[in-house]
């Protein structure tokens, strides 16, 4: 009895300085915040490059293009314009375009797939010469079943959608700055299959 009764006061002790330490370990926790990245004063106007594609799949690149320029017109905080006479020049490259199949029917035909998409992002500000931030990896993905199905999608109009995600990603990345969007894992990213 007086062991056990020893026993649970130490513990209980134990417990209790346990106890008294959370608010330290919060308090620390608490106390560190990555340093904001938010698009500096001087960047106004802004010229979006045609990205670059490094897959095999022709295209793409001007079509996710004009989806990210007409995103930044529809916002308006940041007027689109010619390099020459842009703030800030984003650069972007579509690095990996993965179709997975999914799932299958009966007669092994695909009947559900994935489309990833992953794309590198940097903003530079032209006065300065320098990088403002980069964004590596960031995905844009969707899963849809075969368009011979019922409710089924064309890989075209889910690559529209992609482009979408992609354009206002890239956008709220922009403007609102670090941790607004984050890349997937370098680990993440699919081997090309081309």
């Given amino acids: 009895m007086k062991i056990s009764t020893r026993l649970s006061g130490t513990i209980l002790l134990y417990f209790t300085a346990l106890l ?3 608010p ?3 308090m620390g926790c608490a106390a560190y915040k990555p340093a904001e990245q938010v698009l500096p004063q001087n960047i106004r106007k802004i010229s979006v490059e045609t990205f670059k594609n490094s897959t095999v799949y022709y295209g793409m690149e001007e079509k996710l293009t004009i989806k990210i320029v007409n995103e ?4 308006g905080r940041l007027a689109v314009v010619n390099p020459g006479e842009a703030d ?13 199949p999914l799932a299958y029917d009966e007669n092994h ?3 559900e797939y994935k489309l990833r998409v992953i794309v590198n992002i940097s903003l530079s500000d032209r ?3 320098e990088v403002v931030w980069i ?10 079943f075969n368009p011979q199905t019922f409710g089924g999608l064309s890989e ?13 990603s890239i956008l709220k990345r922009t403007i609102h700055g670090f941790g607004s969007v984050t890349g997937i894992s370098e680990k993440k990213v699919p081997l090309k299959k081309e």
Avoid: P, T
């Fill in 88 to 100: 800030g020049i984003l650069h972007g490259e579509i690095i990996s375009y993965v179709l997975e």
């Fill in 20 to 22: 008294s330490m959370v």
């Fill in 127 to 129: 006065e300065k010469n």
């Fill in 109 to 111: 035909v695909v009947k």
């Fill in 24 to 26: 330290f370990f919060s």
């Fill in 72 to 75: 930044f017109i529809q916002d």
């Fill in 156 to 168: 075209e109009g889910v690559r529209e959608i992609i482009w979408d995600k992609l354009a206002k």
């Fill in 135 to 144: 964004e590596k990896y960031l995905e844009g993905s969707y899963r849809f």
